[in-house]
């Protein structure tokens, strides 16, 4: 057997590995329209006719305070949040201001564009709706008001765009105080990262089907099943990072700089796809500068880097 093993492992690795395959242009056009250019629609119920316009102005969720309370954040994603928030003002040129609220959102003063709830342990059930009923409050979302919205994985981001303007939730599972293992770090990082790029850019994942071909990410994932699995189990924790980028890719930093640097007020339209195309190569420009800032690696997966050669 061990014989059998062993002309096993040299035969696979005498065979030959095909290149890694750059993305092109047109993929990186077709992700964006996957990602950014769809039809709106309301995941509770159809959109009030009062309602305002939906507008999906990623600079100016950017300009907007943020609260981050529950919890105190553990300082593992502190790392994590600091770097992404200098990478918003890298790409952005501007940063709301940050406050660190007690265990609930309105410890907060005025009026933040984004609530991060942290917690550890069981889903906090009874205080996320709470957080929603805030959020409704000063926002005048529109939330139901007859059952309670359900925790659906042990993180979650939500926007709502409101009558007095337009908010993110984000719901954030962390560990707890118990030193963390190497497959913990990077489960709990790639979900705070993951939810911050939702909260400040808009758009949805993007699923593939494909599992031969590399991640080109808008946080791309696999269906998976993870289904009856604790959210704390190292096999829960492997099949989520299995399923999607363990942070963020190549053109994922490109649509940062795409999305700061447009003029239109919304972007889920044709024409933030032609504003790409006219000006494809200075954002290519700008994202490889920004890849070639070694502050930004903890928010990097590696295996998704390249851009259109």
Known sequence: MTRILTTLIVLLMAMPVAAAQFPTREEFLNLARQGWVFEMRSNVRRRDHTMPAVRTNSRAMVAGSICLYGEPVHPHLMDVFTTFRNLINAVYGQVGTLQFGQKEAPSCAGTPRIFVRFYSGRPPHRAFNADLRHVDEVYDIDLPQDRDQPILGPAQAATFFGREGTASHLLINQPGDAP??????????????????HAF??????LKFDRKTAFRSKLQEHPVNLRYLAWDSPKFMRGLLASNPKGLCAFDIFMMHALANTALDSVNTQEFLRFISAHFDRLEGLTRATLADARFNLLMDNRCRDLPA
């Open 180 to 197: 963390l293992t190497q497959l913990q770090r990077q489960y709990y990082r790639t979900l705070l990262i993951e939810e911050l790029f």
């Open 201 to 206: 850019t808009f758009g949805m994942d993007i």
